[in-house]
């Protein structure tokens, strides 16, 4: 049996199917290493894999396993799983997700990590644009689909770019060598004793690095600071909104290094940006490669992106699943809408909702046009205090669904002018994307 992933030559990802797990196991292929992995279901990432020329198990034939030397598990799944079992029988380096992301970080020269509660695919990719601008031997590990570069970028060793999440305290496991904390919202609380114990994480991360870059002003302190306003190492300077998307001037230090001007809508995208800015320069990024590369991001995909229009009404799909970001993107979408609002919202785990279940109440409670949808559990199970149908009672204006032709009704009732934004982080995107396609 292997120790470690340094010698090893083949992989089985059991969960595939997920934007981290797939990002991982392309840039392993990428690497030159053997991948083949395991989901439930097909979907576009399980698809975009088939591409990258990895095979993708839908059956229940385990039999494969035999052949890996590293057998790495998602977070979801539970214990019971038939092919863990498998992995356990043949005596396989066993690996959850966030070990194998440390491990894998271990391979590159640098490796910078974004955490946060909000904004960690953004900032990523952000950073992939620069580090791609300046020229550099650079891998991201992101979180979702850059609109250009997918959710995985294999462009050398010397940085390794990654998102580092909080859940199940996985972002302790990594040791960057730059740490960005984008803030520190109590989330994942299921996972922790309380929002002490996860500030006290955050510390513990920005400690573990060799230079940390926090948000200015909240609970963990770092190297380098940054935010909007003086007082921080890296400030946004003479602002100007143009119908949601914002261009800015970057102070560094008091001293303007260049002019951003951001395709993406809403002002918390200034705060990524100077995040990666600020993690850019303490790697010695040139001021002209972090101007082109921000100005050059076009986004990721589930994060304030167009599906089309319904009735002449633009339907916008966003990826907010937390009450924070949930104010964002109504801010932003208030300032962008000439018609009416209308919410098609999903709430992401049952112990998200009931933690946070007053703030979802109090940021809902002003939407006029807002439809429900059935909790996503991912790895839950169901708990009435924090079931969708639970919060639509507790909004007087809301309506609850549980089908795909109560979205489609829902939809129908906007018109020109109008726009309908889809939130959450679970299926409603495909399941708004299909009703899109069919319509």
């Not at 997700?97 to 590159?108: H, I, K, T």
């Not at 279940?357 to 409670?365: I, K, N, P, R």
């Not at 109560?406 to 906007?414: Q, T």
Request: aromatic residues 10%.
């Amino acid at each position: 049996m292997i120790k470690n992933i340094s010698g090893a030559r083949s992989f089985y990802f059991d969960g595939i199917g997920g934007a981290s797990m797939s990002a991982l196991a392309k840039i392993l292929k990428c690497m030159g290493k053997d991948v083949r992995g395991y989901d439930r279901v097909r979907s576009e990432y399980t698809d975009r894999l088939t591409a990258a020329g990895i095979q993708v198990d839908f059956g229940g034939d385990c039999g494969a396993i035999d052949d890996c030397d590293v057998f790495v598990y998602t977070d979801a799944i539970k214990g019971g799983d038939a092919r863990i079992a498998r992995a356990v029988d043949a005596n396989k380096l066993i690996l959850p997700r966030g070990r194998l992301l440390a491990e894998m970080s271990g391979l590159f020269g640098r490796t910078i990590a974004v955490a946060g509660c909000h904004g960690k695919t953004t900032c990523t990719s952000m950073l992939a644009h620069i580090f791609c601008c300046a020229g550099k031997n650079f891998t991201a590990h992101i979180g979702g689909n850059d609109r250009a570069f997918g959710n995985a970028v294999f462009n050398g060793c010397d940085y390794f770019i990654t998102e580092a999440c909080e859940y199940n305290k996985n972002f302790l496991l990594l040791d960057p060598d730059v740490g960005i904390i984008l803030n520190c919202d109590a989330d994942h609380l299921e996972c922790y004793g309380g929002y002490g114990e996860l500030i006290e994480s955050y510390g513990k991360f920005a400690q573990s690095s060799a230079k940390s870059v926090v948000l200015s002003g909240d609970a963990v302190r770092g190297d380098v600071t940054f935010g909007i306003g003086s007082g921080c190492d890296y400030s946004a300077v003479n602002i100007i909104s143009r119908g949601g998307r914002y261009s800015f001037e970057i102070s560094e230090r008091g001293t303007g290094i260049c002019r951003v001007g951001l395709k993406v809508y809403g002002r918390h995208n200034v705060l990524n940006a100077l995040a990666a800015a600020a993690a850019a320069r303490s790697c010695g990024i040139r001021p002209d490669a972090v101007e082109d590369g921000l100005n050059r991001y076009p986004g990721t995909e589930r994060r304030f992106e167009s599906l089309g229009r319904v009735n002449g009404a633009e339907v916008i799909a966003d990826y907010a699943h937390h009450p924070r970001e949930i104010a964002a993107l109504l801010r932003t979408a208030r300032e962008i809408t000439k018609g009416e609002i209308y919410i098609i919202f999903q709430p992401h785990t049952y112990s998200r909702t009931k933690n946070f279940f007053d703030e979802f109440v109090s940021v809902l409670s002003g939407v006029s046009n807002l439809l429900i949808y059935k909790t996503f559990a991912a790895r839950e199970y169901f708990d009435e205090c924090g079931s969708a149908f639970t919060l639509s009672c507790a909004i007087k204006n809301s309506r609850y669904a549980e089908s795909e032709r109560e979205i489609l009704g829902f939809l129908s009732r906007a018109g020109s002018g109008d726009k309908v934004f889809v939130l959450g982080a679970g299926d409603i995107y495909f399941i708004v994307k299909k009703l899109m396609s069919e319509l």
